[in-house]
């Protein structure tokens, strides 16, 4: 494929406005910073047109840029995909006494992907070598919005959020619990579940987890780390965003001295997660639930299946209610 061929694909999908005077064509991602935009990715013979770089919060810290995930047009058809290449990143995760080390992991992103083909609640896409032997993943661009955002625009309130939008949200959430079972049974963990992981898709309304690339070392419970994620997101739709400390503080004087260290939450212990005693209309039941998540729990889950199990049973008597 010549650079003449290669400009009149990009003119084509893009607009003549858009091809650059000089095309850089790139077949090696080793060295991910020296991938601009406008340069031509070729892999497997073929080309991807490079855009913008995506970004993520982590940690409490929005819009990290992230220089080895990049959006481009497909010059074959003109989807938008993202191209994730190869970059190795380790940090440890704290739950309670437990020390978690995670890391970035190719090579797992890319059989899981294998293993989600077709499956409607995990993004969908492919992997290739590049030049160089590395593990390029191509990912089908998901329009929507976060969970994150999407929840914080129901209700005008919190009762009403509750009384009236969260039943749905709670089957959704089975959904997406009974997505990471169907990993779980397969012996592979998602890794990194939090709530801007989950896109709420604008063609289909469905939610889909998206970044399956970090894996972590376990001792005893190969999926421990994926079901205190699991718990977060509850606790955070439980409570139409994360209830804490500071907040109440400021603005619930009376709540905040109610408070002890075991309401809070095992990981981020700034966070309540013993949410009936901010909002008494939240069943005892599903409280029960948040309560496996906190300092002061005696007993964990151990799988999805006892998870799922107790939040189906929150659901029917919401239902009934």
């Given at each position: 494929?010549?650079?003449?061929?290669?400009?009149?694909?990009?003119?084509?999908?893009?607009?003549?406005?858009?091809?650059?005077?000089?095309?850089?064509?790139?077949?090696?991602?080793?060295?991910?910073?020296?991938?601009?935009?406008?340069?031509?990715?070729?892999?497997?013979?073929?080309?991807?047109?490079?855009?913008?770089?995506?970004?993520?919060?982590?940690?409490?810290i929005d819009e990290q840029p992230k220089f080895?995930?990049?959006?481009?047009?497909?010059?074959?058809?003109?989807?938008?995909?993202?191209?994730?290449?190869?970059?190795?990143?380790?940090?440890?995760?704290?739950?309670?006494?437990?020390?978690?080390?995670?890391?970035?992991?190719?090579?797992?992103?890319?059989?899981?992907?294998?293993?989600?083909?077709?499956?409607?609640?995990?993004?969908?896409?492919?992997?290739?070598?590049?030049?160089?032997?590395?593990?390029?993943?191509?990912?089908?661009?998901?329009?929507?919005?976060?969970?994150?955002?999407?929840?914080?625009?129901?209700?005008?309130?919190?009762?009403?959020?509750?009384?009236?939008?969260?039943?749905?949200?709670?089957?959704?959430?089975?959904?997406?619990?009974?997505?990471?079972?169907?990993?779980?049974e397969r012996d592979q963990k998602h890794g990194?579940?939090?709530?801007?992981?989950?896109?709420?898709?604008?063609?289909?309304?469905?939610?889909?987890?998206?970044?399956?690339?970090?894996?972590?070392?376990?001792?005893?419970?190969?999926?421990?780390?994926?079901?205190?994620?699991?718990?977060?997101?509850?606790?955070?739709?439980?409570?139409?965003?994360?209830?804490?400390?500071?907040?109440?503080?400021?603005?619930?004087?009376?709540?905040?001295?109610?408070?002890?260290?075991?309401?809070?939450?095992?990981?981020?212990?700034?966070?309540?997660?013993?949410?009936?005693?901010?909002?008494?209309?939240?069943?005892?039941?599903?409280?029960?639930?948040?309560?496996?998540?906190?300092?002061?729990?005696?007993?964990?889950?151990?799988?999805?299946?006892?998870?799922?199990?107790?939040?189906?049973?929150?659901?029917?008597?919401?239902?009934?209610?």
């Open positions: 494929m010549n650079e003449n061929e290669l400009k009149d694909m990009i003119a084509h999908w893009a607009g003549h406005d858009k091809v650059p005077k000089k095309l850089k064509v790139v077949n090696d991602t080793s060295d991910f910073f020296g991938i601009d935009y406008d340069d031509v990715l070729m892999l497997d013979n073929h080309p991807y047109f490079i855009r913008n770089y995506e970004r993520e919060g982590r940690f409490s080895w995930v990049r959006r481009a047009l497909d010059l074959s058809d003109g989807d938008l995909k993202i191209i994730k290449m190869v970059f190795h990143e380790r940090f440890n995760a704290r739950v309670g006494d437990l020390t978690f080390e995670c890391f970035r992991s190719p090579q797992k992103e890319a059989v899981i992907l294998d293993i989600v083909r077709g499956h409607p609640n995990f993004m969908q896409g492919f992997c290739v070598n590049d030049a160089s032997g590395n593990i390029v993943r191509v990912i089908d661009y998901i329009r929507g919005k976060t969970l994150a955002d999407y929840i914080l625009e129901l209700g005008k309130d919190h009762e009403d959020y509750f009384y009236n939008h969260f039943p749905s949200v709670l089957d959704n959430y089975v959904d997406l619990v009974n997505a990471i079972r169907f990993l779980h990194d579940i939090r709530r801007d992981h989950i896109i709420k898709q604008k063609e289909t309304g469905l939610y889909r987890w998206i970044d399956f690339d970090f894996n972590y070392l376990h001792k005893e419970n190969m999926f421990g780390y994926d079901l205190f994620g699991l718990g977060n997101i509850l606790a955070y739709l439980t409570g139409r965003g994360d209830v804490t400390v500071e907040q109440l503080k400021e603005s619930a004087l009376s709540v905040f001295h109610q408070l002890n260290t075991d309401d809070l939450n095992i990981i981020f212990n700034n966070r309540v997660v013993n949410l009936r005693k901010i909002y008494p209309y939240i069943p005892e039941a599903l409280n029960f639930v948040l309560l496996h998540f906190s300092v002061g729990a005696n007993i964990f889950y151990d799988t999805t299946h006892e998870l799922l199990a107790d939040i189906e049973e929150v659901r029917d008597k919401l239902r009934r209610s």
